[in-house]
């Protein structure tokens, strides 16, 4: 039999996850083996397979991700008979987010669209929801066995053997120095577009509880992005950090001895690492030493380590999904577990293996093209701070390392299409709710829409305090005097209650309603999607209650019909 997994991403998690499935079938034997990009397969050779696995992203409210279009459109050809994958035994496990209405769209349609066409499932499709304690984790691997299982009852394979996993990389240690062929300029080493550091000023007082910066990045090249997009910055970690790491794990011995690494047939080799490499390079670079934990690192950490570890030690990894709960809980990062258990002698594969790359992180952007020029992007970016489990202070990092650039200084990045569809409300009065630094897609799209003469601009700002984190408060300002926007200004913590933009909006709520029911306004919501999404939909509710004298029900039906005409669109992280 042969195996063919394929993946449609757009972040990389669905990448990641088809790797973790191909890894977990290693005790099977196939005729031949292959992971690709979906988009890379040749779909019309797609008859002549025998088992193919689907691992599947949702992009925005239910779109597929762009590499997957191409191959969409052949399945749902009408000349396809409904018998022509017949002879193909198939899974699929969707990526998405619960808070999301549709949720995993994407898997489902696939999943029903080769049924139609003849193909055989091996189980029901798995459905992984990245707002689970675990992420997608917690209901991958229970789908893994229960696919394991279905595969052999179906007879698809032989018994399975009891081998020990293998690295999917191999290691060669080499006598010349260590030679990167990278901009020595750049501060960190993902391949997309180069953009030069234009200023990077912080805009909240140096004694405020939040540390916010005001970024300016400017391209060689002229941008093409709209309102609503969005810019994937991967950052890197702290050299000064991965130095302490390195010493506390005790990996100096092979922390700058340079190497060469290759990855077998199943896996495809990050560009960046297809030069030298040292452990040095890979922890500062590419490798999530600080970030958080997952099912699939401590399952790769426990084979690495499990003959060196005592009693105590496999007692406190033997539910292992209760322990990384526990960390995450405890705000433990992936050095943080290291440091607890033997780590001394890991193999440098095993090292890769166990640290998962680092992933882009998207960032809204802040500016129009017809106000800041076709090649500035603005960001407004929150430093994000924490507490651990011992009460040490922590920094994401992402933002920690933003927020050490300098001007004249360059990174690599690549602008992506948001899921604000700003054409579809370009030309109609708009009701814009936005909390934080939430205010940037906002603001993009207010810009937009002054600069093409539009005034039906009705914006509801939350943030705690005026001074401190009013971002934009001048700019905001001037608008309103020239009267191209109606502000509506939430501090929640200028006065002792506490005033959030739902009771902005409710104190408005006739507004509001003559706005939606009689001028077909559209609704753009931005912030933290734990929080305002919810706000913002219960407070809709009783106005639609109290203005359009409705019951519940209705009401609760009235806005999922805003959902699904996209006239209400979240813009939330």
């Known amino acids: 039999m042969k195996l063919l997994i394929l993946y449609a991403t757009s972040m990389g998690h669905s990448k990641a996850i088809a790797q973790t499935v191909s890894e977990n079938l290693e005790c099977y034997k196939f005729e031949d083996k292959r992971v690709m990009a979906i988009n890379q397969y040749e779909k019309e050779k797609l008859i002549d397979e025998d088992i193919v696995i689907f691992i599947c992203s949702t992009i925005g409210n239910g779109a597929e991700p762009k590499m997957m279009k191409e191959f969409w459109e052949y399945l749902l050809r009408e000349e396809l008979p409904g018998y022509i994958l017949s002879t193909i035994h198939f899974a699929v496990f969707g990526c998405g987010d619960s808070r999301f209405k549709l949720f995993n769209a994407p898997s489902k349609r696939l999943y029903r669209r080769l049924l139609q066409l003849g193909a055989n499932p091996i189980n029901e499709r798995g459905i992984g929801d990245a707002r689970n304690e675990n992420g997608h984790d917690q209901t991958l691997y229970p789908w893994i066995d229960d696919l394991k299982k279905n595969m052999e009852e179906k007879c698809l394979v032989g018994a399975a053997e009891n081998i020990k996993k293998r690295s999917n990389f191999s290691v060669e240690f080499i006598n010349n120095d260590l030679k990167i062929n990278a901009d020595p300029l750049v501060r960190n080493n993902k391949a997309n577009e180069i953009y030069e550091v234009i200023k990077n000023d912080r805009v909240t007082p140096n004694d405020y509880l939040r ?4 970024i300016h990045l400017k391209s060689t090249n002229t941008l093409n992005y709209n309102p609503g997009d969005i810019i994937d910055i991967v950052p890197v970690n702290l050299q000064s950090e991965v130095a302490e790491a390195i010493v506390k794990l005790q990996w100096e011995e092979n922390a700058d001895k340079p190497f060469i690494i290759k990855a077998d047939d199943t896996i495809e080799l990050p560009i960046s690492w297809e030069n030298t490499q040292t452990l040095r390079n890979l922890l ?80 809204s952007i802040a500016s129009s093209r017809k106000v800041s020029g076709d090649n500035i992007i603005e960001l407004i970016i929150g430093v994000n701070e924490f507490t651990n489990y011992n009460n040490e202070r922590r920094v994401g990092i992402a933002t920690k390392w933003i927020s050490t650039l300098e001007p004249s200084q360059k990174i690599y990045a690549e602008v992506k299409e948001g899921v604000m569809k700003f054409n579809s409300f370009a030309d109609k009065p708009v009701i814009m709710i936005c909390t934080g630094t939430g205010i940037a897609s906002i603001r993009c799209c207010l810009q937009e829409r002054i600069a093409q003469g539009q005034k039906e601009n009705y914006l509801f700002f939350g943030y705690r305090n005026t001074n401190c984190d009013d971002y934009f408060a001048n700019e905001l300002k001037k608008y309103v005097e020239e009267g191209n926007v109606k502000l509506f200004l939430a501090p929640s913590r200028d006065q002792p209650e506490k005033i959030y933009v739902q009771d902005k909006l409710k104190e408005n709520a006739e507004l509001i309603y003559e706005l939606i029911d009689k001028k077909n306004a559209y609704i753009i919501v931005s912030g933290n999607a734990n929080t305002i999404p919810s706000a913002v939909k219960t407070a809709l509710k009783s106005i639609y209650i109290q203005e359009g004298g409705i019951n519940e029900n209705q009401a609760s039906s009235n806005i999922q019909e805003l959902q699904d005409k996209e006239i209400y669109q979240e813009e939330c992280y």
């Open 284 to 363: 500062e670079n590419s490798l999530d030493l600080f970030g958080m934990p997952s099912l699939k690192m401590v399952l790769s950490l426990y084979s690495s380590i499990e003959n060196n570890l005592n009693d105590e030690e496999k007692k406190r990894l033997s539910d292992i999904e209760s322990f990384v709960k526990s960390c995450i809980k405890d705000k433990k990062s992936i050095f943080d577990i290291l440091c607890e258990f033997p780590t001394k002698d890991l193999k440098i594969e095993e090292i890769i293996d166990i640290i998962p790359t680092l992933k882009a992180r998207s960032y």
């Open 211 to 214: 540390d916010t910066r005001s």
